[in-house]
């Protein structure tokens, strides 16, 4: 059995000031997640090898209780992904932690990792609309255990803030796992909460104990100065993402938001490098506050991807409908187009090349995924423009794929997929989002990444997601089908499924 104990007795945290520096004590390597290889993957909440996906529908009625929230699961088979069966989860599952409420929002937010090191992942799913006591829309997270039959509702945990439940904080609303540091063999998770960044350790009983406990610890970080040519840029935190930029076999951690001050809305994120006895702030990188992680090049370094969607004009067309910055991983981590320190390589709709034109509200690089989906050693990139007006029918929504190469992502076979292109199912209706989340994921382990694109707007927002498979040549709309929350049996009036689907 597992047992709870509440995040105000139990927990480990970094509240992220300028220069903080998390010190842990030594350990053996594990596994790295957060890029495309195989070994990094971490949403095998099974153990078969095969990727499952995890997908939130927040505004799903549970019981009747609209915006309660759920989440499904579909597992990988050597066929791919079961776009038939899902086991479906909320706060009214047994053993899951709380009661469905309306405005819960439960699936906001999804994250995994094995965080207790048994080697089935586990998954983070967020409710930031929670109320906690009288405390109005606080927020908090239950922690669903991975085992061989997969995520069950029995054992789950709550995570609450560590800040205490403050009206209005809406903790929940964004996570990451990786193996940050050597203090566990399991993965450690980051939460955003409130602009700081809290890391939530989990721990295991001695071996010899008939059973296993996984609680939140305790772990105090010391700070250190910040250096003084890299301060810490004040942004207002939106996403979190991982990965081993600089291939010490330790993810890092990278956090997005959109700068505040005399420059707002500008996307900016903290670099910082994970090791042996340290997660340490390094920089503050140009881009966000969108963020995703994989091998663009194959040169073994987990490259970092950021999305733009909305920068302010800055009285170039380009930058009104969204851009995606490009940062290559090396010893020294991310590397801008000129090394370290400098701008990213931008991409826009007005790029040579690439699919599409720049226009004010397309959204592009609202959401990113990385993975190889042709099996050539280069993972390629897919880009969510769920703002792309398709002739009349406003934010319709866009979805474009690059491909990867020696030198990064390319134009070169660059495509873009609607709902209006042939062999995608659907019809194109205003408001649908497509492209709202997209997520490589290679559920039959054949090293071939498919591609899920979701539209949480579609069917006046009851949400849909498409699988796009991924032939020898690469992924494609030919055979591409779709699923949604009423194909499970869940509640799919206004579920917005889709809103959230793990990287």
């Known amino acids: 059995m597992r047992k709870h104990r509440s995040a105000a007795l139990a927990a480990a945290t970094l509240l992220l000031v300028t220069g903080a520096g998390l010190v842990a004590a030594p350990a053996a390597h594990a596994g790295v997640p957060g890029g495309t290889r195989a070994d990094d993957r971490n949403t095998d909440f099974n153990g078969d090898g095969r990727d499952d996906v995890l997908i939130g529908a927040p505004g799903a009625s549970v019981g009747g209780r609209r915006g309660a929230g759920l989440v499904t699961v579909q597992y990988g088979t ?17 053993g899951v932690p709380g009661t469905a409420e309306a405005g819960d929002g439960f699936g906001t937010a999804v994250a995994t990792g094995d965080l207790d090191g048994d080697g089935y992942d586990d998954a983070v799913v967020g409710a930031p609309g929670e109320d906690i006591g009288r405390t109005a829309d606080a927020g908090g997270a239950v922690v669903l255990w991975g085992s061989r039959y997969g995520l069950l509702g029995s054992g789950s945990e709550w995570l609450g803030s560590l800040l205490g439940a403050t009206a209005g904080a809406r903790f929940g609303s964004a996570f990451a796992a990786g193996r940050f540091t050597a203090e566990t063999t399991g993965d450690q998770l980051i939460a955003l909460d409130r602009g700081r960044v809290e890391w939530h350790v989990f721990g295991s009983a001695p071996a010899a104990e008939a059973t296993r406990r996984h609680d939140v610890r305790a772990v105090p970080r010391p700070r250190t100065a910040a250096r003084a040519d890299e301060p810490l840029r004040d942004i207002v935190a939106r996403s979190v993402t991982t990965g081993d930029y600089d291939r010490n076999g330790f993810a890092d951690v990278v956090v997005s938001g959109v700068s505040t001050g005399a420059e707002p809305g500008h996307g900016w994120s903290w670099y910082l490098a994970g090791g042996s006895d340290a997660l340490v702030f390094e920089r503050s990188l140009r881009g966000g506050p969108v963020a995703a992680s994989g091998d663009l090049d194959g040169d073994g370094y987990d490259d970092l991807v950021t999305g733009e969607p909305h ?12 851009m995606v910055g490009v940062y290559r991983g090396g010893p020294q981590g991310p590397e801008g187009a000129s090394g370290v320190g400098t701008p990213p390589q931008w991409w826009t709709q007005n790029t040579t090349g690439v699919p599409g034109t720049s226009e004010r509200g397309d959204g592009w690089g609202a959401d990113l995924s990385v993975g190889d989906t042709d099996g050539d050693g280069y993972a390629d990139l897919a880009i969510g423009a769920p703002g792309e007006d398709i002739g009349t029918a406003a934010d319709a929504g866009m979805i474009t794929v690059l491909r ?12 873009s997929w609607t709902q209006s292109t042939t062999s995608v199912p659907g019809v194109i209706e205003k408001g649908d989002a497509f492209g709202g989340q997209v997520r490589f994921v290679d559920p039959n382990a054949d090293g071939r990444f498919e591609l899920l694109v979701s539209a949480p707007g579609e069917d006046t927002a009851d949400g849909c997601v498409w699988l796009f498979p991924a032939p020898a040549g690469g992924v494609t709309p030919v055979g591409s089908r779709t699923f949604s929350a009423a194909t499970f049996g869940a509640p799919a009036a206004d579920a917005r499924f889709g809103a959230a689907i793990d990287e």
């Open 311 to 322: 920068s302010p004009d800055d009285g170039g067309e380009s930058t009104t409908g969204g």
């Open 78 to 94: 050597a066929r791919g992904l079961d776009t038939a069966r899902a086991t479906v989860l909320s706060q009214d599952t047994a």
């Open 404 to 415: 990867g190469s020696p030198r990064g992502p390319t134009a070169a076979r660059a495509v």
